[in-house]
């Protein structure tokens, strides 16, 4: 019996270890996840804050430029007036592929 009973609080004693060594491993992933999270979470507010500079600046450019938006709003236009007048001739010339017998 005396045995048996010392074999019980050394089982005993044995799982109350692993109970803390369990507790350090899950702590130090809870702590690594925390960590984790939170550089993503900087990292993802600095790639914010550079996008809200960038575009403030370029905004800044073109009202400091306007002959630089009139410019770019010109070549625009011409772009997709150009691409208009090739979709035409292309649907001009699928027709006349269309009536060839």
Partial sequence: MDESKDNIKKTINEARREISR???VIS??????????????DAFIESEKDIIVNSFQLWSRWMISPRLANNT?????????TSVQTAKKVLRNC???????
């Fill in 95 to 101: 027709r006349k592929w269309a009536e060839i017998p």
């Fill in 22 to 24: 369990y507790t350090d």
């Fill in 73 to 81: 709003k010109s070549a625009n236009l011409q772009t997709l007036n």
């Fill in 28 to 41: 130090d992933y809870q702590e690594n996840t925390i960590q984790a999270i939170r550089e993503v979470a």
